[in-house]
């Protein structure tokens, strides 16, 4: 599974809810949100995010129906809305402006890095177009070096001089 760009960069203040147990599994062993949400092939921590979003009764329902669709050889199975009740209490609330925020930078917000990324892409587009003019950029004059013989067509090989202190 590729992690996304827009990740929350595995932010510790979802541990509680990633680490908390979802059920027994068959076989005896905990599943962790975490595994569970792995097993449904989604980033955690993304998903994480977006469930401190939302309002309480809509991420206990999103998380109901990601548990309910667990295979059976996973969990044993109980009440799925009860689950994600008892799981959602978990989460760090967000606001519409927290959830804005990169990380815990002050003043870095998604706008302003999505603008800073844009720029600096539109930037490096113009740079390669007017390179590409021969605009921009040192140009590389054609080197001839004038010392250099054409190659020998005829098979001799050449004779190189002797120096007199040689023997």
């Given at each position: 599974m590729?992690?996304?760009?827009?990740?929350?960069?595995?932010?510790?203040?979802?541990?509680?809810?990633?680490?908390?147990?979802?059920?027994?599994e068959k076989n005896g062993m905990l599943l962790s949100v975490v595994s569970a949400l792995a097993r449904l092939d989604?980033?955690?921590?993304?998903?994480?995010?977006?469930?401190?979003?939302?309002?309480?009764?809509?991420?206990t329902e999103r998380l109901a129906g990601l548990i309910a669709t667990l295979p059976d050889e996973f969990l044993v199975h109980k009440d799925p809305s009860e689950i994600a009740s008892r799981l959602i209490a978990r989460l760090p609330r967000q606001t519409h402006s927290d959830a804005l925020t990169m990380g815990n930078a002050p003043g870095i917000t998604l706008r302003s890095a999505i603008q800073t990324q844009t720029f600096l892409l539109l930037a490096l587009i113009l740079m390669l177009?007017?390179?590409?003019?021969?605009?921009?950029?040192?140009?590389?004059?054609?080197?001839?070096?004038?010392?250099?013989?054409?190659?020998?067509?005829?098979?001799?090989?050449?004779?190189l001089p002797i120096s007199k202190g040689s023997k």
């Open positions: 590729a992690r996304s760009l827009t990740s929350p960069f595995l932010d510790p203040q979802f541990n509680d809810f990633l680490f908390a147990p979802v059920g027994e989604m980033d955690a921590w993304q998903e994480s995010a977006t469930l401190a979003r939302l309002p309480r009764a809509m991420a177009f007017l390179q590409n003019l021969g605009l921009a950029g040192p140009q590389q004059p054609a080197v001839h070096d004038t010392n250099v013989s054409a190659p020998i067509a005829s098979g001799a090989v050449p004779q």
